[in-house]
């Protein structure tokens, strides 16, 4: 279809919770050394919540991108120490980032 794009984007690490002016910097660093963006937003009724998006390359080329940052947020956040999160909050945001990472195909179940 002309001047239609029909690429989706490929979101990946998923995070619920508010962040720091620093942390927020952090990662839009982060996503443009990969290619990415990162988007940080308080969605009414759900509170604070990012996560990060780049071109639908499929494999490797998303994973690939995925780890990398996760790499780099790892790196940083020996920095920040994570807050503790409970074993089940940590199950819920799991389901959640799987649900992200297949392109939210069975969202709303």
């Given at each position: 279809m002309k001047g239609v794009l029909a690429m989706r984007s490929f979101l990946f690490g998923y995070h619920r919770g508010?962040?720091?002016?620093?942390?927020?910097?952090?990662r839009e660093a982060i996503a443009r050394?990969?290619?990415?963006v990162f988007v940080y937003a308080d969605m009414p009724g759900e509170g604070f919540q990012s996560w990060?998006?780049?071109?639908?390359l499929g494999e490797p080329f998303n994973s690939?991108?995925?780890?990398?940052?996760?790499?780099?947020?790892?790196?940083?956040?020996?920095?920040?120490?994570?807050?503790?999160?409970?074993?089940?909050?940590?199950?819920?945001?799991?389901?959640?980032e799987?649900?992200?990472?297949?392109?939210?195909?069975?969202?709303?179940e």
């Open positions: 508010a962040l720091t002016a620093s942390q927020i910097r952090q050394r990969h290619d990415a990060f998006a780049g071109e639908n690939s991108t995925a780890r990398g940052v996760e790499a780099d947020l790892l790196e940083t956040s020996r920095e920040d120490a994570p807050p503790t999160r409970s074993p089940a909050m940590a199950a819920h945001i799991r389901a959640i799987n649900k992200v990472m297949r392109g939210c195909d069975g969202c709303g």
